[in-house]
């Protein structure tokens, strides 16, 4: 187990090195860079700036400098705002984290039960409105849902308020991130636990008399989370990382606008940071999923 | 049978959901268009939304609208703008003293403080206007600084001759330098806590960049939830603290105008300053919709070194560009995309402009309300005389060729509603004489790109002016200028203008001691600019914003800044 788990911490590593150097070169190789303004900046202040953050030298330069500072701790400022860039990146993801979880947590738990639900009442009215609820759940997008959502709490109904800068209210942008995978859990979950109702073993069980509560809880919902936990990995990793069109409706100063804004501002320093604190959170989270198999499948052996 | 009763059952559901949808927003805008909104009884806050995160709080190194209207409501320098638009002394005690020759500035200035009690002298202008334009700083608007003349050691010509006395000599006269004083570049800043958060001289900004710095306008900043809201308190050290009622200003962080109007609508916003597009023609009647002047000209541009005037003669590119220009139809854009009364625009230097002189700049190069379809006619004399075949195709439409060639302009633009259908309106006017427009809409960086390196045909163009004087506007075209997006003097294309004399104008107006005399060297510079028509006038911007009913003294300046200080919040 350790050894397998040190395997994949070195292939973690290989790889974020891979995607680092990729984002460097391919952001400095699209067109536009961070000081573009409508009224265009100084030449003077432009050289400034430019050499002040190392970019008028070669890439491969400054990318050799940047991983430099990067293993020293230093994630360097954004190049649009001067600000150090470590700090508000951590801040930002707390806000995700703290939406991101909640809405995984609210996704899973009622999405295991409708899915549960659907599959031993197939074909039977719960089951027909959990899967036509479901289908709209994956159909609509999210912007509509948020927008949607707004209309009808905030200004129809006036339960929550739009803006409110002391106590903001995560009901919405919960709902509104949870909707998709809370769909697509309860599809999985129904689609895997009639397989595993049908299985032999759940028969033998049943016909050695399992109760049927244990038989549902224990032994088919059990094997029938294992492809709801393949989901669950990378979609946490990114519901973390946030959804811009959902910060941006409720006012949310999320990790998923700040990542949007910084590629359209050329913001080098925050696109290179984003972008590398996303990949380790998808490698950890792939790495954690795989060791949560361990626990759901005995069958899975790591030493193979 | 059930599998279909399901998919109607969906359909009915999608369709009952858009239904909502639509009929919601529909409901909201009406509502607001026949009656006032929901208010906020808060009366001790003012709850604004001007933009998202902004990028700078320091007023030297901000430059963006939307920063300088922070920084104009938390700083403040000797000179301000009154709830008339007019200039009035702030720390000043009086206007400036101004020598005869128009060289010698004296300010005498009031006693004031900090927001964090300590005495604010006139040595902390010395050090903040240095400061601004010294290279390390590297702001935007350290030109801004260049009437103000150096010093042998190239620091600027500016002493404090006792705490309270500033004494600033210029290069030329410049009038507008009152309107300088005003600028958000020439307020004060903190010496010892900028150079505190600036040990290595890499990060001049670094000293506001969390709430609680010290500043010494109407407001500090107590709250910064990045990316969500701004809460400033009242500075009891402000000049003028004793007319500042509200308690506290509260910015919501966000440009998603969704959002924005949503919160406006419901009370929980009481000034917004963007309004969705779709929802002008629903509020403009409204008591609390407010649209006032602004110094600025929305405009297209033709690069006068693209490949589109190859072949042609100087004098032919300008017939072909004019024609251009007399075909779009200004008066249809300003009334079905612009919306909110624009001035179709005669003249690049806008409306509304005074000449340096005491007298309003005006200026007139065709009948604005005359463009469009109408105009037919002399366009096509005009394609003629650039050299193009215009053949008449019998049912009221035309057909135009270059050597032989149908003509397509490539016309670039950033993603935006309103730019799409500007674009959408000249494509149709263009459309009458047989010229294809080929809209092409790029991301805002790559355009910006474009622009500036001359990679383009024709593209979207905008500029609102930082000061009230025509050589803001039309110093941009000078060839050096890295706004001139044109490429005017900077393409050595046989169809484009000499550009030469116009460098030379600019440099003359700069000079020049006379105001009657600079006023005319304005009007012959813009003259030299008409005559391209590289630059095409589309109309003059103006602001709009919406401020609720139980709200007053807020005020904007016609440089988009806006003044909530004074601003009193009633219960009803």
């Known amino acids: 187990m350790l050894k397998y788990i040190g395997k994949r911490v070195l292939l973690a590593i290989v790889s974020i090195l891979i995607v680092s150097a990729i984002t460097f070169f391919a952001m400095n190789a699209i067109p536009g860079g961070p000081f573009n303004k409508e009224k265009a900046t100084d030449p003077a202040v432009q050289a400034e700036l430019e050499s002040r953050y190392n970019l008028d030298k070669p890439v491969t330069t400054q990318y050799v400098l940047y991983m430099g500072n990067l293993i020293h701790g230093d994630w360097g400022v954004s190049l649009k705002s001067g600000r150090e860039i470590w700090p508000d990146i951590t801040s930002k993801f707390a806000v995700s984290a703290k939406l991101g979880i909640s809405a995984m947590i609210f996704a899973t738990i009622i999405g295991i039960v409708l899915g549960s639900i659907a599959a031993l009442t197939r074909n039977k009215w719960p089951d027909r409105l959990i899967v036509f609820f479901t289908t709209l759940g994956t159909a609509m997008p999210s912007f509509v849902l948020a927008t949607l959502l707004l209309l009808l709490f905030c200004l129809e109904l006036k339960w929550i308020p739009v803006y409110n800068s002391s106590n903001p209210n995560y009901i919405l942008p919960i709902i509104s991130l949870s909707v998709y995978p809370m769909a697509y859990i309860t599809r999985l979950t129904k689609t895997s636990m009639l397989d595993a109702l049908n299985q032999d073993y759940v028969r033998t069980a049943k016909a050695k008399g399992v109760s049927r509560v244990k038989l549902i809880f224990v032994h088919a919902l059990r094997n029938a989370l294992i492809p709801v936990i393949t989901y669950l990995g990378p979609q946490i990793a990114y519901i973390l990382t946030g959804s811009m069109v959902v910060e941006n409706i409720f006012t949310i100063g999320g990790l998923g606008s700040a990542f949007v804004t910084s590629i359209t501002n050329r913001d080098y320093t925050t696109i290179m940071a984003v972008t590398i604190f996303l990949a380790i959170l998808m490698v950890v989270a792939n790495l954690l999923t795989d060791i949560a198999y361990k626990f759901t499948d005995p069958r899975i052996d790591f030493n193979n | ?572």
């Open chain 2, 1 to 572: 049978m059930k599998k279909k009763v399901l998919s109607l059952l969906l359909a009915a559901t999608m369709v009952v959901s858009l239904a909502a949808c639509g009929s919601g927003s529909k409901k909201s805008s009406s509502d607001s268009a026949k009656s006032a909104t929901a208010v906020n009884t808060d009366t001790s806050t003012l709850y604004v939304n001007i933009a998202s995160e902004p990028d700078y709080l320091d007023p030297a190194l901000n430059s963006s609208v939307d920063g300088a209207i922070l920084a104009v409501n938390s700083f403040v320098g000797l000179l301000t703008y009154d709830e008339s638009g007019e200039l009035a002394p702030a720390l000043a005690k009086e206007m400036p003293e101004v020598s005869d020759d128009g060289l010698t500035y004296t300010v005498h200035m009031i006693e004031s403080k900090w927001s964090d009690g300590s005495e604010l002298t006139a040595n902390d202008f010395v050090y903040s206007w240095n400061r601004a334009v010294a290279k390390e700083t590297a702001s935007d608007y350290a030109y801004l600084f260049d009437v103000v003349a150096r010093n042998d050691d190239g620091t600027l010509a500016v002493t404090a001759d006792d705490d309270y006395t500033l004494t600033i000599k210029l290069t030329a006269p410049c009038p507008y330098f009152n309107q300088l004083l005003a600028f958000p570049i020439y307020m004060p800043v903190p010496q010892a806590a900028v150079e505190a958060a600036n040990s290595d001289g890499t990060t001049p900004g670094a000293w506001c960049q969390e709430a609680g710095f010290v500043s010494n306008g109407a407001f500090t900043l107590s709250e910064w939830k990045h990316n969500e809201s701004m809460t400033y308190v009242k500075n009891d050290n402000y000049y003028n603290a004793d007319n500042v009622k509200l308690e506290k200003l509260n910015y919501m962080l966000s440009a998603d105008d969704t959002a924005t109007y949503a919160a406006y609508n419901s009370g929980d916003l009481d000034f917004i300053d963007s309004i969705p597009t779709d929802e002008i023609a629903s509020v403009k009647d409204n008591d609390e919709f407010h649209v006032v002047d602004q110094l600025g000209t929305y405009y297209v541009a033709f690069n006068v070194g693209s490949d589109l005037f190859s072949g042609m003669t100087a004098d032919q590119a300008n017939a072909f560009r004019e024609a251009i220009s007399l075909l779009i139809d200004r008066d249809y854009i300003v009334e079905t995309v612009g919306q909110t009364g624009q001035v179709a625009a005669d003249s690049f230097v806008p409306e509304g402009m005074e000449d340096g002189n005491g007298e309003a700049y005006e200026s007139s190069y065709y009948d604005a309300d005359e463009t469009g379809s109408a105009k037919a006619e002399d366009a096509i004399k005009l394609l003629e005389k650039a050299g193009c075949e215009v053949e008449d195709n019998g049912d009221g439409t035309y057909k135009t060729t270059l050597n032989g060639e149908a003509i397509s302009i490539p016309y670039i633009l950033n993603e935006n509603d309103g730019h799409q259908k500007v674009a959408e309106c000249i494509q149709q006017d263009l459309s009458v004489v047989g010229i294809e427009m080929t809209i092409e809409t790029e991301d805002w960086n790559v355009f910006l790109d474009e622009r500036k390196q001359g990679n383009f045909t024709f593209a979207r163009e905008g500029w609102v002016a930082d000061y009230d004087d025509p050589i803001n506007m039309l110093e941009i075209f000078s060839s050096a200028s890295g706004n001139n997006d044109p490429q005017l003097g900077k393409t050595d294309s046989a169809a484009a203008p000499d550009w030469s004399g116009y460098d030379e104008l600019i440099q003359k107006i700069y000079a020049e001691t006379d105001t009657a005399a600079r006023a005319e060297l304005l009007h012959q510079a813009e003259d030299m600019l008409m005559d391209t028509y590289a630059v095409i006038p589309i109309y003059f911007y103006n602001d709009v914003y919406m401020q609720k009913s139980n709200v007053s003294g807020v005020y904007s300046t016609a440089f988009g800044n806006k003044y909530f200080m004074y601003a009193d919040k009633s219960a009803k």
